[in-house]
């Protein structure tokens, strides 16, 4: 079984998201490198672990990694609209500058819900970066805390993605690009 020949089209190649994870660390690096405290950087489970598992490659600082877990997808392509979070952190956040780590920012229930979670931990800034964002998607709006900044890999048009951690059905997330799915897949 072949799982390329299940993507309609390559977005972004392996070369190119490295070149692009290869600046966000950079810039994570400059703007992290003189705080007194080290940052935290928390990923969101299963989508985000080759997106974090590079880009902490690419960050020239000491820090901690850790996952959140947050239910909201099923095996469909459409979100329910009410994430939870269904596996807690280990690091102690409070206090933290943590660094929120998304494969896609897309309606923003997802990214919404998990600044509110790390909000209650007593995190003392929240950033977001995330691998894509498709804002002709967003439905729900979304604050940054404390000095909290907003990186963002490339602006996603409005298909559905498969690849570099990306899944359907949980299936296609070791693809090394990401692509997208042909529809015929996720219509069947
Ligand atoms: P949101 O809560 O912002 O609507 O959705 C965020 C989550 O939906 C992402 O973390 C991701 O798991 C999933 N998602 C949104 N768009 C896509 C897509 O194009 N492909 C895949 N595989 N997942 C997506
Ligand atoms: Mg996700």
């Known amino acids: 079984m072949d799982l390329n020949s299940d993507v309609e089209r390559i977005l972004w190649t392996e070369e190119q998201i490295l070149e692009r994870v290869s600046e966000l660390g950079s810039q994570l ?8 405290i080290t940052p ?10 080759i997106f974090l598992a ?5 960050i020239q600082l000491p820090m901690n990694v850790d996952f959140v877990r947050v239910e909201s997808y099923g095996s469909g392509t459409v979100s329910n609209g009410k994430p939870k ?3 807690d952190l280990k690091v102690d956040v409070r206090g933290r500058h943590v660094i929120l ?14 600044i509110d979670y790390l909000k209650s ?5 929240i950033s977001v ?14 604050e940054l805390v404390g000095e909290g900044k907003y990186y963002c ?14 899944d359907f059905d949980e299936q296609y997330r070791n693809l090394p690009y990401v692509g997208v799915l042909k529809p015929e897949i996720y219509e069947s």
């Open 129 to 142: 970066c995330t691998l894509l964002d498709k804002p002709a998607r967003r439905k729900v709006h979304f």
């Open 85 to 87: 979070i269904s596996c």
């Open 54 to 58: 590079d880009l902490v490659r690419k």
């Open 29 to 36: 690096t400059r703007d992290f490198e003189s705080r007194a």
């Open 121 to 125: 931990k007593g995190a003392s800034s």
């Open 101 to 114: 780590v998304e494969d896609i920012v897309d309606t923003g229930n997802t990214l919404s819900c998990v």
């Open 153 to 166: 890999g490339f602006e996603c048009p409005d298909y559905f993605v498969v690849g570099y951690g990306f």
């Open 40 to 49: 935290v950087l928390v990923g969101v489970a299963t989508g985000a672990f």
